[in-house]
Each structure stands twice: as structure tokens, then as C-alpha cells.
């Protein structure tokens, strides 16, 4: 069973290779047979894998398949191998069965589409390279698929290439990542040289021998690599690709911004531990930036009118948390959110894409209302998905994985009362605004005609997710109430246990206030959308919330601010230099070469009597020679 | 003798200078052929009268008969003298002639500043030597002349022959260059 | 038949005449005068053969001056063609005219 591993990728590879050459003759049926049955037979592999491994858990606490040598030079000696552990069977498992499901969503969504063959190609080479990425042994292999996730966002969020919007911001997904892969790549570089060796499992031994605890190399490296989880992931100071990164196809959105590709970030980080807790100042940085990304991303969804921007603006805003988890050193935390959070946001994505496509198109939730009724399957998953995202306590998937990180944010040994406070805010406002969503889309009149209803095809994973989003979180139930750890236990043999710190409060007045917050924010997107909204017309007549609002829209002015910073003083260079210093050195050789050529075809003038005088000169010449020696 | 060789060396360069200024094509052909029957006195006096004999019949014969039938095929006459005239201004002859005074100053110098040979008694070289010479060691070099020689006759056939010329219509110019 | 003429001498007139051809050939604008300043020129370097034949009693300076004659021969008869042509087709002897490079 266990050699079996080596097909969970190659199946969407293959399903890759089918579709692109051969994808203009096939029909629409076998082209949705290959997209969608690619992936699921890998996810099938996936479960029976991972049964297999639960059952019957290997002696070494991970399974190894090598292909071939990639490349050997001396003792750099990369091989295509796939290594199977814990945290990479949890990536596996979500980006197959998640994957899966998508897949089985776009059959139905993707029906009209004439590029049919090309957007289920890009989604399994899409699929195929986030599997590679989680399950590569060595970093060189995890970098090959770290960029070939970032090729298929391209090709993906551009897949409706007509209009110029979307190419835009695909070009600016990948640019924006391609700052991080830079900085990863070098990270690459560094490790290598220090460690001669890119093997993950070398470099984990070896990195608490060679450095000692704050070394400055470790932390660099540490840093060099939490960039590039940054731009992957969407955080802080590469954050503003993902909201633009929404003009791909709904499916796209579910499939790369929610549930896999953006957590490629979280997944390296929880990879390299080690170094990260070597480093206290890097891994204290990515809670920082965390803690700032998911309240930057929080007030930002509040102000969106796009239903996709809000839930782009969401999955940065959740991926913050992960990243809090992850810089506070509680590893199975950060991985179990971003478990939950695959689920529930694959989910919002999709019933919004749904939405999106019942209502012609249309993107602006306050022109949906009042769909409750009229799509009831959409609605009640919607409001599972939500509830979920908004944490609802003991009900929602979503509350077990935030509550723990929420808990550690102060209680472990690297949190601080800040840290909590900025979580507890951030729950705040992801229930505002997850709460604004759903009210406006689905209360009040119905403003916009429906088209034809989603098919089961559509449904169908909605379902499932759905029913997932509620019961994937009994799988770990908090310290004060069941303490039922089968998701952390599972994870421990690679990542280390959170160590604890800070005496404050039992737990359970942490999760009241959660939950108490939770709430809040819940009642005031009630008072201010549903019940009383003229409350709304009030702040929008105050001057300072109106400045405040277009602020929060336009994502706190980021782009306005990379545009000043990077590109207006690059323009500006590149204007300076518009006629090329170093091209005017050519341009003069050449200018130099056509003068002297002119001078010289003068000699050439086709009169007979002028090359007679030059051989009676050259005569003279040779004769004078001749006398003078 | 030396008399003699003086009295021909005069007339021959006297002649050539006349063949080089005169107007008339036909004038100057015949001074050219003085200059020839001169030369062709000196190579007698010099031990050569195979040589002698060859440049009167080929080159004041067969080869000046060629020239005055090209200028009697293009009708050459007192029109091509008078534009020879305009041509033939001091303005564009000073530069060449100084040129040509400047070379031979200084082949002047270069031969009578080399070093003089005791031995300067010329002897005469009769045909039978010539003969022998040529059809013996020179063979090859009489074949490679006799090719030369066809070459010339197919080629003057060749370019000297009358063809309509058949240019695309766009090639066609409308007025002579 | 023995001269005593000095054989630079006779070289002087060789080179006297070969140095008449080539201003001839550089003064003269009609094709036909230049052809026959090429004659001058060939001939004088035939003298020039000769008197080096006389001066060492060989037969090579005569042959030399044999193919000398049957190149001439050669060159008159392309190069009449040439001028033929050249008047057909220009109606004109100057060989400044002829010439179509720019330069």
C-alpha cells in the first residue's frame, strides 16, 4: 500500500499531461473524467495511505519512496524522493480531498467555459505541484514545486485572459510572490553552504549542533525563509496580491487562495522548526506579522462590497492567525487552523462562486439580499462555512482550531497579553464581518434576478464541506473540556509540543471572552445591517469614518504605497535612463563605423581615372620607399 | 649604332607624347604606330630582331588595324576631337603629368644609382634560340597563352555581339544615363 | 651587331615611355585614348623585357616579351568589344559617365 505514494502525485500530473496535449480533441465529459478523476484517485490513494499509516504506523514515523537521482554532483546528491510524515500526510490529505471536491465543483461551474481542457489542466498541474511541495524530502525538490504553485497562480488567476484587469492581476500575484521566492531562493543558497546539504531531514539534525541558540547565520536564514512564506502566504508586506489574486474563476479562489497555496507559507515554517526555533528573533517576527496581517486583513474585509474580496481579505486575515501560531511556537495549533480553515473557506469560495454564477455574475453582495430562501442548500452551507470563520463557539469547526491559538497568544512561553488582545480584536472583527456577509447576501429584498440554480454537481462538495466544517474539529477538543488530542498527537513526532509560560487566567475564561467577542461582533453587524441601518447612514455622513472606510477599502493604502515606493522611483529611473547610458557606447561604435565607412567608399567611386592615380601614388609610394632605405 | 639608338629613343618618346595629347583618335593611332616602328628599330638594335620583326606585324600591324576599325565602326571624327579639346584642359592634365614626373625622377634615380655591370656588350639573341627556349622549357606557359588568346576571341565575340536588351519593363530607363 | 648603348640607358626609356602611358591613362577621359595609353605601358615593360634579355644573352627576356604580345592581343580585342558596347549603350566615350557607384 505504502509504495503506492509515488502515484498521489503523478496521477494530476498525468491528468496535467492528457489534458494540455491533447485537451482541443477530447469532449467535454472525458476532459471533466480526466480533470476531476485524476485528483480523486490520488485523494482515494491519500485516504487508504493515511489509514494505512494510522493503523499501522511505520517504525521510522514516515514513508519514503525515492523515483530517481535528479542530479548528482559529488556529495550534492538531490533525488526525487517523496517523504510521507505526519504534517505532509495532513497537507496531502487536504489539498487531495479538498482538492478533489473543488474539482468535482468546477465539472459543474466550468461547464460553459470554452477553455474547458486548458482551466482543468492548469488545476492539476496546479494540484500536482502543491503535492510535490509538501511532499519533497529535499528543499530543491520543495522549491520545484514552491514554484510551480507560483506559476499556476499565474496561469489561473489569468485564466479569463480577455480582459486586461485579470491579466493585471495575475502579473501581479506573481511578481508580488516572486519577491518572496527570491528571498527563499537565497535562504536555499545559505542553508547549502552551511549545512551541505538541502535534504530536510539533514538539515533538522544538523542545525541545533552547528548553531547555537540567536545565531545571527540561523537567523538570517530563518528570516530569508519567512519571506518567502510571507509571499506565498499572503502576509504583511506582500499581502495585496490575494485580493486582486479573486479575478480567477471562484473554483481557482477556493482551490489556491484558501485552502492550499497560500498556506505553503504555513507549511514551510512547520517544516523548518528547527531553525525557526533557533532563531527567537525570526520566529518572534512572524508573530508579529502575523498578529499585524490578521487585524490589517480584518478591518479590510469590514469595508469590501466584492463577496470575494471580503472572503480574500478573510483567508489573509486567517492566515495571519496560523502565522501567530506558528511564531508563538504552538506548531500543531497553527497546522490544525489551517486544517479547519481549508475546509470552511474551500467552502465559503465555492457557495459564493455559486452565488455568483446564480445571480449573472454578480459580485457586489449588496445587490444580492435575500437569497435565503431561494437557494436554501447555498444558504445553510454558506452559513456553516461562516459560522466556522467566525469562530462560533462549540458549534463550528472553527472555534476549536481559533480558541487554542487564541489561549496560546498569551498562556505560552512567547506570548504576550498584546498578542491576545490583537487575536481577541481580530475574532472580533472576523465575526463583523463575516456576519455583515451573510446578512446582506442572504436578509433583506432580493435585488438581483436569479439564473438557474446550481446543479448537484455543485452542491454536492458543498455538502461535504460543509459537514466538515463542523465535525473536523472534534478531533481536538480543548485542555479544559474533553481534552481530546488526537489531531496535536498525531503531529507531535515532528513538531515539537508548545511550551507554556505565562500564569494567567484558567482557560475557560479565555474562550468565554472569545466567544464573548465572537458574539459581539455578531450583534454588531445585526444592529448595524439588519436591524437599525441607519445607524450606517450616520457614519458615512461623519467625515472621519468615510476617510477611514476608503482607507480600509483600498487595503490601508498598500498599493498606493508600493506604487510610490517601488514603482513611481522606478519609472522615474527608468525615464532618466530612457535613451540606455551603457546602449549610447554601442550606438556611438556603430555611429562611428558608418562614418568611417562613408569615408572609405568615397575611395570607391566607380571613376576609373581616380584608381589609376592610386597606383601611380602607391608606385610613388613604393618607389620613394625603394630610395629613402 | 649609339647614334641611331638615340635618334629612335627620341622619336619613339616624342611620338608617345603626341599619341597621349593629340585630339583625333586617328592622329594619335598613328603617331602610336611611329612609336611602335621606333621600339621596333631599338629591340633590332639591341640584338632582338625576332622581337623586331613581331611588333611591326602584331602590334603596328593586326593589333593598330583593330583600333581603326573600332573607330571607324563609331564614326569617330572631328566631333570626338572637338570634345577632346574641351576634356583636355591644363587644369585636369597638370596634377597627373606632375604625378608621372615625380615617378619617373624617381625610376631615374633608382637606375642610375644601381650598380653599374662591367659587362655591358649586348649580344644578339637570334629566333633559334628564341625557339628552342620557348617549345622547350616555356611549353606550358605557350599553352596557357594559346588559351588566353581563345578567351579573348570568345569573349570579344561574346560582348561584341548586338543584343536587344531584353530588361524588365520597370529596369527599362526612360532616359540615357 | 654589338651596341654599346648602357643598358640603363635603354631602361630609362622604357621607363620614360612606361611612365607616359600611365599619365595617358590618367589624363585621358575617352575610353579610347586610355586603351591606347595601355598599349604604351605593356610596350615599354616589353623594352624592359628585352634589354634584360640583350644584357644577359638569354632568350627568356624575348619570350617574355612574346606573351607580353599575346596578352596585348587579348586585352585589345575584349577591350574593343568592351568600348563597342560601352558606346552603344551610353552613346558617350567619357569614362567618368560610365561610372554608377555613389561613393
Redesign the interface.
Known amino acids: 500500500m505504502n509504495n503506492l505514494l509515488w502515484l498521489i502525485p503523478v496521477l494530476p500530473l498525468l491528468g496535467f499531461l492528457i489534458l494540455s496535449l491533447a485537451g482541443k480533441s477530447l469532449s467535454k465529459t472525458s476532459i471533466a473524467l480526466i480533470g476531476v478523476g485524476s485528483v480523486s484517485l490520488s485523494a482515494l490513494i491519500t485516504i487508504l495511505i493515511g489509514l494505512n499509516f494510522l493503523n499501522d504506523p511505520p517504525a521510522a514515523g514516515f514513508i519514503s519512496q525515492t523515483l530517481y537521482t535528479w542530479i548528482e554532483i559529488g556529495n550534492f546528491k538531490p533525488e526525487i524522493t517523496f517523504l510521507l510524515d505526519p504534517l505532509s500526510l495532513v497537507f496531502v490529505f487536504v489539498i487531495t480531498f479538498i482538492g478533489a471536491l473543488i474539482h468535482v465543483y468546477s465539472a459543474g461551474f466550468m461547464k460553459g467555459d470554452k477553455d474547458y481542457s486548458r482551466f482543468f489542466a492548469s488545476m492539476n498541474l496546479f494540484v500536482f505541484s502543491m503535492l510535490v511541495l509538501v511532499l519533497a524530502d529535499n528543499l530543491l525538490l520543495l522549491y520545484l514545486g514552491w514554484e510551480g504553485v507560483g506559476l499556476c497562480s499565474y496561469l489561473l488567476i489569468g485564466f479569463w485572459y480577455e480582459n486586461p484587469q485579470n491579466g493585471y492581476a495575475a502579473r501581479k500575484a506573481f511578481i508580488m510572490t516572486r519577491i518572496g521566492d527570491t528571498a527563499m531562493a537565497i535562504a536555499l543558497f545559505m542553508i547549502f553552504s552551511w549545512f551541505a546539504s538541502l535534504q530536510i531531514s539533514d538539515i533538522l539534525l544538523k542545525a541545533p549542533q552547528l548553531f547555537q541558540q540567536g545565531d545571527t547565520t540561523i537567523t538570517i536564514i530563518a528570516l530569508l525563509l519567512l519571506a518567502g512564506g510571507i509571499g506565498k502566504s499572503a502576509q504583511l508586506p506582500l499581502q495585496n496580491w490575494l485580493p486582486d489574486a479573486m479575478a480567477g474563476p471562484s473554483p481557482v479562489s477556493a482551490l489556491i487562495h484558501a485552502a492550499t497555496m497560500v498556506t505553503a507559507g504555513v507549511y514551510l515554517i512547520a517544516r523548518m522548526n528547527v531553525i525557526f526555533e533557533l532563531a527567537p528573533i525570526a520566529q518572534m517576527t512572524v508573530a508579529i506579522i502575523g498578529a499585524a496581517t490578521l487585524l490589517i486583513a480584518g478591518f479590510s474585509a469590514c469595508t469590501q462590497y466584492d463577496i470575494k474580496r471580503v472572503l480574500a481579505y478573510s483567508t489573509i486575515s486567517q492566515i495571519g492567525y496560523m502565522f501567530l501560531a506558528l511564531g508563538l511556537g504552538a506548531w500543531t495549533a497553527a497546522i490544525f487552523h489551517f486544517m479547519i480553515h481549508a475546509f470552511f473557506k474551500a467552502l465559503l469560495f465555492l457557495a459564493a462562486g455559486a452565488i455568483i454564477e446564480t445571480l449573472h455574475h454578480e459580485h457586489n453582495m449588496f445587490k444580492m439580499g435575500g437569497l435565503k430562501n431561494k437557494m436554501p442548500v447555498i444558504f445553510w452551507t454558506f452559513l456553516i462555512g461562516s459560522a466556522s470563520l467566525a469562530a462560533l463557539p462549540l458549534i463550528s469547526a472553527g472555534f476549536y482550531s481559533k480558541d487554542p491559538i487564541l489561549w496560546y497568544a498569551w498562556s505560552a512561553e512567547k506570548g504576550n497579553m498584546i498578542f491576545w488582545a490583537i487575536a481577541l480584536l481580530g475574532a472580533f472583527i472576523t465575526a463583523a464581518y463575516t456576519c455583515r456577509m451573510v446578512i446582506v447576501t442572504f436578509w433583506g429584498s432580493s435585488k438581483t434576478e436569479i439564473g438557474h440554480m446550481p446543479g448537484s454537481l455543485m452542491t454536492t462538495p458543498l455538502l461535504v464541506l460543509a459537514f466538515f466544517s463542523v465535525v473536523a474539529g472534534f478531533i481536538e477538543l480543548p485542555h479544559n473540556f474533553g481534552h481530546f488530542t488526537l489531531f496535536s498527537d498525531f503531529l507531535h513526532p515532528v513538531l515539537p509540543e508548545v511550551t507554556m509560560g505565562n500564569e494567567t487566567w484558567p482557560e475557560w475564561i479565555f474562550q468565554l471572552m472569545a466567544s464573548l467577542a465572537t458574539f459581539g461582533g455578531i450583534y454588531i453587524s445585526y444592529q448595524l445591517y439588519s436591524k437599525n441601518p441607519a445607524l450606517i447612514l450616520r457614519l458615512k455622513q461623519s467625515s472621519l469614518a468615510t476617510a477611514l472606510y476608503q482607507f480600509w477599502f483600498l487595503g490601508w493604502g498598500f498599493d498606493r504605497l508600493y506604487d510610490i515606493l517601488f514603482v513611481k522611483p522606478l519609472t522615474y529611473l527608468s525615464n532618466i535612463n530612457k535613451n540606455d547610458i551603457v546602449d549610447q557606447i554601442y550606438s556611438g561604435i556603430s555611429f562611428i563605423s558608418i562614418k568611417l565607412y562613408r569615408l572609405l567608399s568615397y575611395t570607391q567611386s566607380g571613376s576609373l581615372r581616380w584608381y589609376a592615380?592610386g597606383l601611380?601614388?602607391g608606385?610613388?609610394i613604393i618607389?620613394?620607399i625603394?630610395?629613402v632605405t | 649604332?649609339?647614334t641611331i639608338?638615340y635618334i629612335t629613343?627620341a622619336v619613339?618618346?616624342f611620338a608617345?607624347?603626341m599619341?597621349?595629347t593629340r585630339h583625333n583618335?586617328v592622329h594619335?593611332?598613328l603617331y602610336?604606330i611611329v612609336?611602335?616602328l621606333s621600339?621596333s628599330v631599338?629591340?633590332y638594335?639591341?640584338?632582338?630582331p625576332?622581337?623586331a620583326l613581331?611588333?611591326i606585324i602584331?602590334?603596328a600591324g593586326?593589333?593598330m588595324v583593330?583600333?581603326i576599325?573600332?573607330?571607324m565602326?563609331?564614326n569617330?571624327g572631328k566631333e570626338?576631337a572637338k570634345?577632346?579639346k574641351e576634356?583636355?584642359k591644363p587644369r585636369?592634365?597638370v596634377g597627373?603629368?606632375f604625378?608621372?614626373?615625380?615617378?619617373?625622377a624617381?625610376?631615374?634615380?633608382?637606375?642610375?644609382t644601381?650598380v653599374?655591370?662591367t659587362n655591358?656588350?649586348?649580344?644578339?639573341?637570334d629566333s633559334k634560340?628564341?625557339a628552342?627556349?620557348?617549345f622547350k622549357p616555356?611549353i606550358l606557359?605557350v599553352e596557357l597563352?594559346a588559351m588566353?588568346?581563345m578567351?579573348?576571341?570568345v569573349?570579344?565575340?561574346h560582348?561584341?555581339q548586338?543584343k536587344k536588351?531584353n530588361l524588365h519593363r520597370f529596369l527599362k530607363e526612360t532616359d540615357?544615363? | 651587331?654589338?651596341?654599346?648603348?648602357?643598358?640603363?640607358t635603354?631602361?630609362?626609356?622604357a621607363?620614360?615611355?612606361?611612365?607616359?602611358?600611365?599619365?595617358?591613362v590618367?589624363?585621358?577621359?575617352?575610353i579610347?585614348?586610355m586603351?591606347?595609353?595601355v598599349?604604351?605601358m605593356l610596350?615599354s615593360a616589353?623594352?624592359a623585357f628585352?634589354?634584360a634579355?640583350?644584357?644577359w644573352?638569354?632568350?627568356?627576356?624575348?619570350?617574355m616579351?612574346?606573351?607580353i604580345?599575346?596578352?596585348?592581343?587579348?586585352?585589345?580585342?575584349?577591350g574593343?568589344?568592351?568600348?563597342?558596347?560601352i558606346?552603344?549603350?551610353?552613346?558617350s566615350?567619357?569614362i567618368d559617365?560610365l561610372k554608377?557607384m555613389n561613393g
Open positions: 592615380m601611380l601614388l608606385a610613388i618607389l620613394t625603394q630610395i | 649604332m649609339d639608338f629613343a619613339s618618346v608617345t607624347l599619341v597621349i583618335p594619335a593611332l602610336l612609336s611602335l621600339l631599338i629591340f638594335l639591341l640584338g632582338a625576332f622581337a613581331l611588333e602584331i602590334y593586326a593589333i583593330l583600333f576599325f573600332v573607330i565602326l563609331l569617330l570626338t570634345q577632346e576634356w583636355l585636369i592634365w597627373p603629368a604625378l608621372s614626373l615625380i615617378v619617373f624617381e625610376l631615374f634615380y633608382l637606375i642610375y644601381s653599374p655591370e655591358s656588350a649586348i649580344q644578339t639573341v634560340m628564341v628552342v627556349s620557348l616555356y606557359a597563352a588566353l588568346l578567351a579573348g576571341v569573349g570579344a565575340a560582348i561584341g548586338h536588351s540615357d544615363l | 651587331m654589338n651596341t654599346t648603348i648602357p643598358p640603363e635603354v631602361m630609362l626609356l621607363a620614360l615611355l612606361f611612365v607616359l602611358g600611365i599619365a595617358g590618367i589624363i585621358r577621359k575617352n579610347i585614348f586603351l591606347l595609353s598599349e604604351i610596350n616589353g623594352l628585352i634589354i634579355g640583350a644584357k644573352a638569354q632568350p627568356d627576356g624575348q619570350i616579351f612574346i606573351f604580345l599575346a596578352m596585348a592581343a587579348a586585352e585589345v580585342s575584349i574593343l568589344a568592351l568600348i563597342l558596347q558606346y552603344h549603350q551610353h552613346k566615350m567619357d559617365r554608377e
